[in-house]
C-alpha cells in the first residue's frame, strides 16, 4: 500500500513551457486535492475532485488544468509555466468529503519556472 | 481572505517545555479542525483533530483546546522534544463541505 505518490519529485521549467504533475493513489479514495505550499502563506487549493470524471476549482486555480480520468489518478497540468508558480506542490486524498476523513498528502513536487 | 488564521509563525521553545499554537476562524459551518505536522521534505501528515462538541482532546503530549464561542483553537505540546521540530498547519472544514482551509503555519523549533 504506497498511500498517496507524486511524479516528479523535482522540476525546472523555463517560463513559456508546460508540464503535468501526476498524483497517484491506491486506497479508492474518491476525493482528491491539488495544493501548492509557499512562504509563509501556507497550504492553498488549486483545484480538487470529487470523483472520477469530476472537477472544481479551488482558491487559487488560474494558471491550472487537472483531469481524472480514472479514479485513482489526478494529473494537474500546466500550459505556460510562469516564475510566480514556483512552488512546492502536495497532492493529497481522503475516502468522504470535508470533515468525514482525513487527508492523505504525498510527499511533494518541487517545481521552479526560470 | 485567509479563511483560518494562524499564530506564532515561528517559535522557539527549550525541551521540555510546552509549545503553543494558536488558530482563528471566522465560519460557523466549520466543524472540523485537525492540525498537520510536516516535517521538512515531506507531506503534511495529520496528528490530531477535534469537532466542536467537545472543548479539549488529548493524544500523547498534544492537546487541542477549543473555544467555540471566541472561534478559536490551538494546539499545545508538552514536554516538546527535539523531535517535534517541524512546521504545524492548522485547518478547518465542513462536513457538508468539500474544501479544507490551512492557517499559514508555524515553524517551531525546539532546542535541545
Known amino acids: 500500500n504506497a498511500g498517496v505518490t507524486q511524479t516528479p519529485k523535482f522540476r525546472v521549467l523555463k517560463t513559456g513551457q508546460s508540464m503535468t504533475l501526476l498524483c497517484a493513489q491506491d486506497?479508492?479514495?474518491?476525493?482528491m486535492y491539488w495544493y501548492r505550499q509557499d512562504p509563509g502563506m501556507g497550504l492553498r487549493l488549486i483545484h480538487y475532485?470529487?470523483?472520477?470524471?469530476?472537477?472544481a476549482k479551488g482558491e487559487v486555480p488560474d494558471g491550472y488544468n487537472v483531469s481524472r480520468l480514472k479514479k485513482q489518478n489526478f494529473l494537474l497540468g500546466l500550459e505556460s509555466a510562469a516564475p510566480s508558480q514556483t512552488s512546492v506542490y502536495f497532492c493529497?486524498?481522503?475516502?468522504?468529503?470535508?470533515?468525514?476523513?482525513?487527508?492523505?498528502f504525498g510527499p511533494g513536487t518541487r517545481l521552479t519556472v526560470l | 481572505q485567509q479563511q483560518v488564521k494562524q499564530s506564532p509563525q515561528s517559535l522557539i521553545v527549550q525541551k521540555g517545555g510546552i509549545s503553543i499554537i494558536n488558530c482563528a476562524y471566522e465560519n460557523t459551518a466549520f466543524d472540523y479542525f485537525p492540525w498537520y505536522q510536516q516535517f521538512p521534505g515531506k507531506g503534511p501528515a495529520l496528528l490530531i483533530a477535534?469537532?466542536?462538541?467537545?472543548s479539549e482532546k488529548k493524544e500523547g503530549r498534544f492537546t487541542i483546546s477549543f473555544n467555540k464561542s471566541a472561534k478559536q483553537f490551538s494546539l499545545h505540546i508538552m514536554d516538546s522534544q527535539p523531535g517535534d521540530s517541524a512546521t504545524y498547519f492548522c485547518?478547518?472544514?465542513?462536513?457538508?463541505?468539500?474544501?479544507?482551509?490551512f492557517g499559514t503555519g508555524t515553524s517551531l523549533t525546539v532546542i535541545p
Open positions: 486506497m479508492n479514495h474518491e476525493y
Open positions: 475532485s470529487v470523483g472520477e470524471g469530476t472537477t
Open positions: 493529497a486524498s481522503t475516502f468522504l468529503g470535508g470533515g468525514l476523513d482525513t487527508q492523505y
Open positions: 477535534i469537532r466542536p462538541d467537545v
Open positions: 485547518a478547518a472544514s465542513s462536513d457538508t463541505g468539500n474544501q479544507f482551509y
